[in-house]
């Protein structure tokens, strides 16, 4: 998995945007750069020097001694081989190498070349610092250095020029790229040693808005100062201490440190919680802190940060503030973020993504009132993964537009094909807080219903009481035009999120589902019973029909009718299922097993 990740970092299109960010191609001359090129010519007896950067086509000359053209087609260019590992690409006559007979520069009565490549710290290879010769030659060990290292230097002004420097605007340290030097550096000096990486955040999101809002938008920078300035002089030579993101700051506690990190850690989140002076006004932190214990010469400076911001997310969900790296967690991120990477193929590969569907019932009578449709999806190496695993995170991204579309075409598409097969069928999707933030979402559902040719009444769509809740104008508009052409309108887990309960009345919709955490305990918890009677007894007096999720025995099957609940859906009725197997379920002796 993490060689797939790796790779996944590095592919063409994410080294182009790299490239981009940076802001060189096409940019004017530079004494900076041009310095370099000289140096490299001089240094290396050749007459041709270059700084070459690698676009998606071509090889831009950002500097150049000894040439006039400015840039060449990237096909057969030696710079694109060279950016491919670490090395030095030497190639001693270009028109006796298979790779280049024919190429610009062959033709152009070029012999010799010999590049370094330009990587960032985030292992991008941006291009080369290159020298050229008219003569057939080779670079010796010495020669290699000195391009190595002008190459190094190279890369050191791009930094600069980029402005990304080594130390932090706010609060004068050392940021996350010098931070990632040190490592390296260290790693050097005391190989096969270990060191500890603590990230402090200093403010949760919620108090970094409303701090903005009341105190103004140097609110955040005052805290962070504030909280530096106390680390600073607790710290000692053996740690090093540097402003890494907004609101976070990390200690590198270095092998000369003699003491117990544990200790350390504790000391310093005591420090930090308490209040701070900003702008007069007394602030405390809502501290968070991470840590992590790593070999220097086993981790990439850019891994070890990346456990550290594991460590510090997990410390924030933590009792006391405080958590360890746990290699547990990273591997479910990592497959997040490799389930979240496929979906874009996943979504355009038949086969992956299919639905399934799970019945509802008309408690009375035991017959089926519709189906809910529910995502699966069979990675092509994972095999199935379960809904849990990839929704959530799905649907905070821009695919949740995407999935939702898909979901919906592929349910309009069976309720068609059940009408032709005599079965009428109402088929519940269930819908994301993101698509209600889209201005025209009910317009497009609308359209794929007509361009289906499905009966609108044949489709119900659920939302949670969170995305129902939080734009209440829109959400009311899009819901009531979805309404209006003849689409049923639900609230799903109804108990598990919004307290306010007033939204219930101004909101077009028919059905609510109470959440399955009411339903499993209901046989046993008289507390339970009570919140779902009353639950069902609210929803009769607003109008709303009232479905239990969940229902897994008799006796809470047998509870709910009794008390009035109109539908259940739940494994005593019926699992999930594919729609062939829907309809031999649907036979009057399966149906009336529930009744």
Same mark, same amino acid.
């Given at each position: 998995m993490a060689a797939y990740i790796q790779d996944t970092a590095h592919n063409e299109e994410a080294r182009l945007n790299a490239l981009r960010d940076l802001n060189l191609l096409d940019t004017s001359p530079s004494d900076s750069f041009d310095r370099l090129t000289r140096l490299a010519s001089k240094l290396l007896d050749a007459p041709v020097s270059t700084i070459s950067l690698t676009d998606r086509d071509r090889q831009w000359f950002k500097s150049k001694v000894g040439v006039d053209i400015t840039e060449i087609p990237r096909e057969q260019a030696p710079c694109s081989y060279a950016i491919g590992d670490n090395g030095i690409f030497v190639v001693p006559d270009l028109q006796a190498d298979p790779r280049f007979i024919g190429s610009p520069l062959a033709q152009a009565g070029i012999r010799f070349y010999a590049g370094a490549p330009l990587f960032t710290r985030q292992g991008y290879g941006l291009g080369t610092l290159c020298v050229v010769d008219d003569k057939v030659r080779e670079l010796d060990d010495e020669g290699r250095q000195v391009l190595r290292d002008l190459a190094g230097m190279v890369m050191s002004q791009i930094e600069l020029n980029s402005t990304i420097g080594r130390s932090d605007a706010v609060t004068g340290l050392p940021n996350q790229h010098q931070m990632f030097e040190d490592i390296e550096d260290l790693a050097r000096l005391h190989p096969g040693e270990t060191a500890t990486g603590l990230m402090f955040d200093l403010v949760s999101?919620?108090?970094?808005?409303?701090?903005?809002?009341?105190?103004?938008?140097?609110?955040?920078?005052?805290?962070?100062?504030?909280?530096?300035?106390?680390?600073?002089?607790?710290?000692?030579?053996?740690?090093?201490?540097?402003?890494?993101?907004?609101?976070?700051?990390?200690?590198?506690?270095?092998?000369?440190?003699?003491?117990?990190?544990?200790?350390?850690?504790?000391?310093?989140?005591?420090?930090?919680?308490?209040?701070?002076?900003?702008?007069?006004?007394?602030?405390?932190?809502?501290?968070?802190?991470?840590?992590?214990?790593?070999?220097?010469?086993?981790?990439?400076?850019?891994?070890?940060?990346?456990?550290?911001?594991? *460590?510090?997310?997990?410390?924030? &969900?933590? %009792?006391?503030?405080? $958590?360890?790296?746990? =290699? !547990?967690?990273?591997?479910?991120? *990592?497959?997040?973020?490799?389930? &979240?990477? %496929?979906?874009?193929? $996943?979504?355009?590969? =038949? !086969?992956?993504?299919?639905?399934?569907?799970?019945?509802?019932?008309? &408690?009375?009578?035991?017959?089926?009132?519709?189906?809910?449709?529910?995502?699966?999806?069979?990675?092509?190496?994972?095999?199935?993964?379960?809904?849990?695993?990839?929704?959530?995170?799905?649907?905070?991204?821009?695919?949740?537009?995407?999935?939702?579309?898909?979901?919906?075409?592929?349910?309009?598409?069976?309720?068609?094909?059940?009408?032709?097969?005599?079965?009428?069928?109402?088929?519940?999707?269930?819908?994301?807080?993101?698509?209600?933030?889209?201005?025209d979402f009910a317009e497009r559902m609308l359209e794929f219903v007509r361009v289906a040719g499905a009966d609108p009444a044949m489709l119900e769509l659920e939302f949670t009481e969170s995305a129902i809740a939080r734009n209440g104008t829109l959400v009311v508009r899009q819901l009531q035009a979805l309404r209006d052409a003849g689409i049923t309108i639900a609230i799903d887990d109804f108990g598990s999120g919004y307290s306010n309960l007033s939204y219930l009345q101004k909101l077009p919709a028919s059905i609510l589902k109470v959440d399955r955490a009411f339903i499993a305990e209901l046989e046993t918890s008289e507390r339970d019973?009570?919140?779902?009677?009353?639950?069902?007894?609210?929803?009769?007096?607003?109008?709303?029909?009232?479905?239990?999720?969940?229902?897994?025995?008799?006796?809470?099957?047998?509870?709910?009718?009794?008390?009035?609940?109109?539908?259940?859906?739940?494994?005593?009725?019926?699992?999930?299922?594919?729609?062939?197997?829907?309809?031999?379920?649907?036979?009057?002796?399966?149906?009336?097993?529930?009744?």
């Open positions: 999101q919620r108090q970094s808005g409303q701090g903005q809002r009341v105190l103004g938008s140097s609110f955040t920078e005052a805290l962070v100062r504030g909280c530096a300035s106390r680390l600073r002089q607790h710290l000692g030579n053996s740690s090093r201490l540097y402003h890494v993101g907004p609101t976070r700051l990390a200690v590198l506690v270095t092998p000369e440190f003699g003491g117990d990190p544990d200790a350390l850690i504790h000391s310093l989140a005591n420090l930090l919680r308490d209040p701070v002076e900003c702008d007069g006004i007394p602030v405390t932190p809502t501290l968070a802190v991470g840590s992590c214990l790593f070999q220097l010469d086993e981790l990439s400076p850019r891994d070890a940060l990346r456990r550290m911001l594991n *460590a510090v997310e997990d410390a924030a &969900l933590s %009792d006391d503030g405080i $958590a360890d790296y746990s =290699p !547990g967690h990273d591997l479910r991120h *990592a497959r997040s973020f490799m389930l &979240l990477n %496929d979906f874009r193929a $996943a979504l355009a590969t =038949p !086969g992956q993504l299919h639905l399934d569907y799970q019945p509802r019932v008309e &408690l009375a009578t035991g017959e089926c009132s519709g189906v809910e449709a529910l995502l699966r999806w069979t990675h092509p190496q994972l095999g199935p993964v379960p809904p849990f695993d990839f929704i959530p995170d799905i649907e905070q991204t821009a695919f949740a537009k995407p999935l939702t579309e898909w979901v919906a075409r592929t349910a309009l598409a069976q309720i068609v094909e059940w009408r032709g097969m005599g079965i009428n069928m109402k088929v519940s999707i269930n819908v994301s807080a993101r698509n209600l933030d889209e201005t019973q009570t919140l779902v009677r009353s639950v069902i007894e609210m929803a009769h007096q607003l109008g709303y029909r009232v479905v239990a999720e969940g229902i897994e025995t008799q006796s809470t099957y047998d509870l709910v009718r009794s008390w009035g609940c109109a539908e259940g859906q739940g494994y005593l009725m019926a699992k999930p299922m594919t729609a062939a197997a829907l309809g031999e379920w649907l036979s009057p002796t399966n149906l009336s097993a529930v009744a």
